[in-house]
């Protein structure tokens, strides 16, 4: 038989257990809403960003800079050796924007980077040591062009925009091949 005491005790108990059901209930619910903030957070392309691009982990240097750095760089190059005495007879007389020289060097760097391959389609593979086979290229002729390519690469990043992923990308590739061009010792 239930006395007014143990009543009285089985209603604390009662009160008790559900201040902490309640309790566990809203740290679910907080724990919920907080793992949901994170994955929200963390998605790509979730509703939060929808007008952003998905992240692509694949995407090309050309992919993400576009056509007109590489053009920069092309022309800023060659208008550092057209005025270098160190390397200026070694290249033909037109070295403005519009020659010959500075479409070669955009249409390959552009393709080379995961854009429009128009330099295989116009002038077959690059076998680019190959086609500098016909000038003498030491350590001196490497350091000063490398000097113009990485200037050139400077001066396009600061119009353009270039992410400093993508210039590091390109810088490394500057300086490794062009160490390759090397075909004389001296
Ligand atoms: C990353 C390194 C280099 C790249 C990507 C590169 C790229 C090119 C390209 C695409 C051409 C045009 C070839 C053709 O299609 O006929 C070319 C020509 C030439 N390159 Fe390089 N080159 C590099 C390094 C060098 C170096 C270190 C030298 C030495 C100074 C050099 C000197 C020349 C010369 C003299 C020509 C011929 C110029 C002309 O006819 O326009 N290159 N280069």
């Known amino acids: 038989m239930r006395t007014t005491r143990s009543f009285k005790q089985d209603r604390k108990l009662e009160r008790a257990a559900d201040r902490c059901y309640i309790g566990t209930m809203h740290l679910r619910l907080c724990v919920g809403m907080f793992l949901l903030a994170a994955a929200t957070a963390c998605a790509p392309n979730s ?7 998905p992240m692509n982990e694949t995407a090309s240097v050309y992919d993400r800079i576009g056509a ?44 080379f980077f995961g854009g429009p391959q128009e330099y295989s389609e116009r002038k077959g593979h690059p076998r680019l040591r190959g086609r500098h ?11 000063a062009w490398l000097e113009h390519a990485l200037k050139a690469l400077d001066e396009s990043a600061a119009q353009h925009g270039i992410p400093a992923s993508c210039q590091e990308e390109i810088r490394e590739y500057l300086i490794r091949t ?8 001296r």
């Open 178 to 185: 062009s160490q390759f061009m090397i075909n004389t010792e």
């Open 68 to 111: 007109a750095p590489f053009a920069t760089l092309a022309e800023r190059h060659y208008a550092g050796i057209d005025t270098d005495p160190r390397l200026r007879a070694m290249f033909p007389d037109d070295l403005s924007a519009s020659s010959q020289s500075v479409r070669d060097m955009r249409e390959f760097l552009t393709q």
């Open 133 to 143: 086979m016909g000038f003498t290229i030491d350590q001196a002729a490497r350091d």
């Open 47 to 53: 509703m939060t960003d929808s007008n952003q691009p």
